[in-house]
C-alpha cells in the first residue's frame, strides 16, 4: 500500500496549509484514515483521524477548531486542513491507514504509513 503525503511547507504563524494523502488502488471507505505528526526530539503523535464508516471526526485537543480532516472517496485521497497554525504546530506530518480498527488514533500493527511532509511554522 502506497501513502502519498503532499502539501506540506513553510507558513507563518496564523497562516493555513492543506494537506493531502493519496491511496492509489485503496479504497478510502473501508480505511480508517488518520494523521500524526512527529516534531524533532518528540515521538509521534495522533492529530486527526475519520471513522471508516460514519465519517466521525477527532482529534487532538491542541489542533481542535483549527485542523479539519476530509475526505474524497471517488479520488481515494483524504486531507488535512489546517487553520490558525502555531509554532508548536511544527513537525513532520505522516498519512496513516489501517483496516484493522474503526478509527486510527493509535497506530497498530496493521498500519500503512506515507512518507512524511514537513510542516514548519515561523513567527
Known amino acids: 500500500v502506497q501513502l502519498q503525503a503532499s502539501g506540506g511547507g513553510l507558513v507563518q504563524a496564523g497562516g493555513s496549509l492543506r494537506l493531502s494523502c493519496a491511496a492509489p488502488?485503496?479504497?478510502?471507505?473501508?480505511?480508517?484514515m488518520g494523521w500524526f505528526r512527529q516534531a524533532p526530539g518528540e515521538e509521534r503523535e495522533f492529530v486527526a483521524a475519520?471513522?471508516?464508516?460514519?465519517?466521525?471526526?477527532y482529534y487532538l485537543d491542541f489542533v481542535k477548531g483549527r485542523f479539519t480532516i476530509s475526505s474524497d472517496n471517488a479520488k481515494n485521497t483524504v486531507y488535512l486542513q489546517m487553520n490558525s497554525l502555531k509554532l508548536e504546530d511544527t513537525a513532520v506530518y505522516y498519512c496513516a491507514a489501517d483496516n484493522s480498527v474503526g478509527v486510527l488514533t493509535s497506530p497498530t500493527r496493521n498500519t500503512y504509513w506515507g512518507r512524511g511532509t514537513q510542516v514548519t511554522v515561523s513567527s
Open positions: 488502488g485503496r479504497t478510502l471507505s473501508t480505511s480508517s
Open positions: 475519520m471513522h471508516w464508516n460514519d465519517g466521525t471526526t
